[in-house]
């Protein structure tokens, strides 16, 4: 891959990271990630036994339209203080964060909490889409700093519509409560 150059491999490659969730968009995140050469992924989905080595990785990949298990997998990263990508399907298109939680809050409960309406009505036909987009954010965040650094992106393909939106520490945030 000529823009990620052979030093960006090598860095795929070597780098280990947790793709957590379930459903279509976590299947699509697997077979681009391995296609991409990151061998060094720990998968986690519900019911299965807790990975070990956890404490160790690099980053998070978060696909999952479950509230409770992308709450769990949220408060692992952001106690870690290790990055996390989220993705989840969002009316007739989808969302994507990506957590840095070198303080701490900001995370993803912190916009949960302040945003829920950006959880509801997912439509299951955008699910790859998200998990590509999203396998992509997680290998790209890799290699440098990413424009979408404790930010939300959502997108709109029937109006549309695409923003970015800031997230920022919330007192309502239950995660930032309970340190």
């Given at each position: 891959?000529?823009?990620?150059?052979?030093?960006?491999?090598?860095?795929?490659?070597?780098?280990?990271?947790?793709?957590?969730?379930?459903?279509e968009a976590y299947g699509a995140?697997?077979?681009?990630?391995?296609?991409?050469?990151?061998?060094?992924?720990?998968?986690?989905?519900?019911?299965?036994?807790?990975?070990?080595?956890?404490?160790?990785?690099?980053?998070?990949?978060?696909?999952?339209?479950?509230?409770?298990?992308?709450?769990?997998?949220?408060?692992?990263?952001?106690?870690?203080?290790?990055?996390?990508?989220?993705?989840?399907?969002?009316?007739?298109?989808f969302a994507l964060a990506r957590?840095?939680?070198?303080?701490?809050?900001?995370?993803?409960?912190?916009?949960?909490?302040?945003?829920?309406?950006?959880?509801?009505?997912?439509?299951?036909?955008?699910?790859?889409?998200?998990?590509?987009?999203?396998?992509?954010?997680?290998?790209?965040?890799?290699?440098?700093?990413?424009?979408?650094?404790?930010?939300?992106?959502l997108t709109s393909a029937g109006?549309?519509?695409?923003?970015?939106?800031?997230?920022?520490?919330?007192?309502?945030?239950?995660?930032?409560?309970?340190?």
């Amino acid at each position: 891959m000529p823009e990620v150059g052979l030093g960006g491999q090598e860095l795929w490659a070597g780098a280990s990271f947790v793709l957590a969730g379930s459903g279509e968009a976590y299947g699509a995140a697997r077979v681009a990630l391995e296609r991409a050469g990151a061998a060094s992924m720990k998968t986690w989905g519900p019911g299965q036994p807790e990975p070990a080595g956890l404490d160790r990785v690099e980053a998070w990949l978060v696909l999952t339209d479950d509230p409770g298990q992308r709450r769990k997998y949220s408060r692992r990263a952001r106690n870690a203080r290790v990055p996390a990508v989220f993705g989840w399907t969002l009316g007739d298109g989808f969302a994507l964060a990506r957590f840095t939680h070198l303080a701490g809050c900001a995370c993803l409960e912190c916009f949960e909490s302040n945003n829920p309406k950006a959880f509801l009505k997912p439509d299951p036909s955008w699910e790859p889409v998200v998990g590509a987009q999203a396998a992509a954010e997680l290998l790209l965040g890799l290699l440098h700093p990413s424009p979408l650094d404790d930010m939300v992106w959502l997108t709109s393909a029937g109006n549309g519509t695409s923003l970015k939106h800031l997230v920022v520490s919330s007192s309502n945030c239950a995660a930032n409560r309970e340190g």
